[in-house]
């Protein structure tokens, strides 16, 4: 799954931020070049409002904002860093669960809301294998089980147009249906992958004092990577599970 995800980032020409250890230059942090439309580009103009909402929230990034603030030198705690970056990652993730959710919904809105659950599954399934690599991970789809969204019942009501307010909208059962990684595989990839990206070269833990200085600008590098990294995550999943069982999380 982490070779499959390496290689969706190659295809948008982005390098993965190596240890942060290395990206440090006299004594700051600094993420360059900061490839910040290459992240974005992966994203429908729906998702995206959302992805800018996120670095609002747990940055404080302002989309208008100046040279000057992106590089203000700004301190952040490393441990802190981590955790936003975990839950950055898991956002991407369930922003692609969700979308790819209201994205077939919407396409089969015309379909007889009595039509009862089996015959709707079928039809969803058929709805998915038309859309072809669009949405199906590197071109593959085997199965009734090759995709998590058919295993979730869908709703025969009028859908939201806009995906903020469709998410919105979910229950508790159905958002963290979306938002919680499928299989343990990807669950301890994401910790692997955060713990290599902030630990120590030698324990590999993550000292919870340390500040680092840094820049805004570098940190919404790290949080778009983040992002992508749980979309990409989704795709690499799906595709894994048409090959190899996964243990279920």
């Not at 992966?42 to 302002?62: D, F, P, Q, S, Y």
């Not at 981590?82 to 922003?95: E, P, T």
């Not at 077939?104 to 859309?131: C, G, M, T, V």
């Not at 200085?213 to 949080?223: D, E, G, N, P, Y």
Request: net charge neutral; proline share 3%; aromatic share 10%.
């Amino acid at each position: 799954m982490y070779m499959l995800i390496s290689y969706k980032f190659s295809g948008i020409r982005v390098h993965l931020i190596p240890r942060l250890s290395k990206c440090m230059y006299n004594g700051r942090l600094e993420i360059w070049p900061c490839k910040d439309w290459e992240l974005e580009s992966i994203h429908n103009c729906e998702v995206l409002e959302m992805v800018r909402e996120h670095l609002t929230t747990v940055l404080g990034w302002k989309e208008k904002s100046n040279v000057a603030d992106n590089w203000t030198p700004t301190e952040v705690q490393k441990f802190k860093l981590c955790q936003v970056y975990a839950a950055s990652v898991l956002y991407g993730y369930f922003l692609k669960s969700a979308s790819l959710r209201h994205h077939l919904e919407k396409r089969l809105d015309h379909i007889n809301p009595y039509l009862d659950i089996a015959s709707y599954n079928q039809l969803l399934l058929s709805e998915i294998r038309s859309l072809g690599s669009e949405i199906v991970p590197f071109g593959r789809i085997s199965g009734t089980q090759s995709t998590s969204v058919g295993q979730i019942p869908l709703l025969h009501e009028k859908k939201q147009d806009k995906l903020k307010y469709y998410v919105m909208n979910f229950d508790p059962e159905t958002l963290q249906m979306c938002a919680k990684p499928k299989s343990k595989e990807a669950l301890n990839l994401i910790e692997k992958h955060s713990y290599a990206l902030f630990g120590d070269k030698n324990t590999g833990l993550v000292a919870s004092d340390e500040v680092i200085l840094t820049s805004l600008a570098s940190l919404k590098r790290i949080v778009l990577e983040a992002i992508a990294f749980g979309s990409f995550l989704w795709d690499a999943e799906e595709y894994v599970r048409t090959v190899y069982k996964l243990k279920e999380n």
